[in-house]
């Protein structure tokens, strides 16, 4: 079955400055790249995401870059702010209608004033 | 914003007890999910739901675990015979077409005494 790695498990940066965290994936058969920050005490929320067929996603501040070849995605958030302070999940799946997603074990994204 | 919605948000209950957590998708969804998060760790997949039947289930989904949608809104996950290694936060998710985002609850806090 599929299996994501994601590192680093904690990222400390400074307010303003971008973070990146980097997973990959093991299933070449897999297309859908989903990313997700949780909050304390909340559910994941998808925050972006990235099909197969395109190599680079961007919304205002957060971006998803995917090499196929290399069979890894990153999350990259620019000018952080405090309120970027959550855990981030990676996933992975490949998509046949109600199929599960894989995720990765998270980042601890910290974000110091 | 229509949300997935979970009761109850904290269940405790002693091993060999019977659970059922509930969960009410957004209401024009039709794919339906259980995942489950230990703590400190990353989010498992379950089981996915659709047009009442499963459609896949991950190695954890044993036969002490059953899902049900019992009316045109409700999304249950019962465990049969709870165990202390089911003590977990438990993820209600939906979606309305394939290849749409997943739409996460709060989550149910599960206690195994």
């Known amino acids: 079955g599929e299996n994501v790695e994601q590192h680093p498990s904690t990222l400390s940066v400074q307010e303003g400055d971008s973070a990146v965290i980097k997973c990959t994936y093991s299933d070449s058969a897999s297309n859908y790249f989903p990313w997700y920050k949780q909050e304390l005490g909340k559910g994941p929320q998808l925050i972006i995401d990235?099909?197969?067929?395109?190599g680079e996603k961007k919304d205002q501040r957060i971006a998803v870059t995917l090499n196929k070849t290399a069979k890894h995605f990153s999350l990259h958030i620019t000018e952080t702010q405090p309120e970027d302070s959550a855990v981030y999940f990676c996933a992975a799946s490949i998509r046949r209608g109600a199929d599960g997603l894989t995720f990765g074990k998270g980042t601890h994204l910290i974000i110091q004033p | 914003e229509p949300e997935v919605t979970q009761t109850p948000s904290h269940q405790v209950t002693q091993m060999g007890q019977e659970v059922i957590l509930r969960c009410v998708p957004i209401?024009?969804?039709?794919?339906f999910y259980w995942y489950r998060q230990i703590l400190g760790q990353k989010v498992e997949f379950l089981v996915s739901f659709y047009n009442n039947e499963i459609s896949e289930k991950s190695e954890i989904f044993d036969d002490q675990f059953s899902v049900e949608r019992p009316d045109g809104s409700n999304f249950t996950l019962k465990i049969r015979s709870t165990k202390l290694e089911d003590s977990a936060m438990y993820f209600c998710a939906s979606n309305d077409v394939k290849d749409s985002p997943l739409h996460f609850g709060n989550g149910t806090r599960l206690t195994v005494t």
């Open positions: 990235i099909r197969s067929n395109v």
């Open positions: 209401s024009n969804h039709l794919y």
